[in-house]
């Protein structure tokens, strides 16, 4: 959960800190979509992307930094068909890392809602995991099966 927590906050600041990155037009190489996740079946947009910073060809991939995939496959399409190859594109990068750069910048609520959910529900979750919590549990007449089995 901390783990979470963190990245949620890095994707949150750098989130917050492209929306002042200098601009430039750049065009976008190719654009497709990638099946992501091992478990469950997971989409996002692929979009590369290269700019010229400074008298510097750069060559990055970044749609955005925000919660990372599209999640279904519809979604991510319909991102990646925004950005066809061989468009242009306006590129914001960072002008102390140039190579540093994004397609939007922004995308921040997604993962502020996301970083407020695990905030609030991660104390909750390993409340009810201690001798106390499953106490209080009990009162409300939530029990909790002590196996998978439910023995």
């Known amino acids: 959960?901390?783990?979470?927590?963190?990245r949620l906050m890095w994707q949150l600041y750098w989130?917050?800190?492209?929306?002042g990155w200098a601009r430039t037009q750049?065009?976008?190489r190719n654009a497709e979509v990638?099946?992501?996740g091992s478990d469950s079946p997971s989409y996002e947009p692929?979009?590369?992307?290269?700019?010229?910073?400074?008298?510097?060809?750069?060559?990055?991939?970044?749609?955005?930094?925000?919660l990372g995939g599209a999640g279904s496959k519809k979604r991510a399409q319909r991102l990646a068909e925004m950005h066809p190859?061989?468009?242009p594109a306006t590129v914001w990068y960072d002008p102390s890392k140039p190579s540093r750069a994004t397609l939007h910048t922004g995308g921040c609520r997604g993962v502020a809602v996301m970083l407020l959910i695990v905030s609030l529900l991660g104390p909750l979750?390993?409340?009810a995991a201690t001798d106390a919590g499953r106490r209080f549990l009990d009162?409300?007449?939530i029990h909790q099966s002590s196996d998978a089995s439910g023995g």
């Open 139 to 141: 009162r409300l007449g």
């Open 85 to 87: 190859p061989g468009t």
């Open 46 to 66: 692929r979009i590369d992307f290269e700019y010229v910073a400074g008298k510097t060809l750069y060559r990055a991939h970044r749609l955005s930094y925000g």
């Open 34 to 36: 990638k099946e992501t």
């Open 26 to 28: 750049g065009h976008v």
């Open 15 to 19: 989130a917050m800190a492209s929306q």
């Open 125 to 127: 979750i390993l409340f």
């Open 1 to 6: 959960m901390v783990a979470m927590m963190a």
